[in-house]
């Protein structure tokens, strides 16, 4: 049989520019998937005039993680935010 794959919480949106990638490594100490998606200009969700960074409050280095019903569970303004996230992710996974 084979091994289940670990569930995905909730996708994590970011700046194609962000340097590094903080989201995936708090999955990964978690042991979970996490779909993560470029936002703006040439990146794997298009906002041409990059408008969303203003729009959630973040930085060009910020990210926002989305609970699987639509919520935003967490909202990194800028890349320190490791931490926000990972406790984050234990919250949406009840792992607190």
Same mark, same amino acid.
């Given at each position: 049989?084979?091994? $289940?794959? $670990?569930?995905?919480? !909730?996708? %994590? ?13 708090? !999955?990964?100490? %978690? ?9 703006? $200009?040439?990146? @794997? *969700?298009? @906002? $041409?005039?990059?408008?969303?960074? !203003?729009?959630?409050? *973040? +930085?060009? +280095? ?30 949406? %996974?009840?792992?607190?």
């Amino acid at each position: 049989m084979a091994e $289940p794959t $670990p569930p995905t919480p !909730a996708p %994590l949106f970011r700046d194609p520019a962000a340097p590094g990638a903080p989201g995936r490594a708090a !999955a990964g100490r %978690l042991g979970v998937g996490l779909d993560a998606f470029r936002v703006g $200009p040439g990146a @794997d *969700l298009q @906002d $041409p005039k990059d408008a969303w960074p !203003a729009a959630y409050g *973040l +930085s060009p +280095s910020g990210e926002v993680l989305v609970r699987p019903d639509g919520l935003i569970a967490c909202r990194n303004r800028d890349e320190g935010g490791a931490a926000g996230l990972e406790d984050a992710l234990r919250t949406v %996974l009840c792992r607190a």
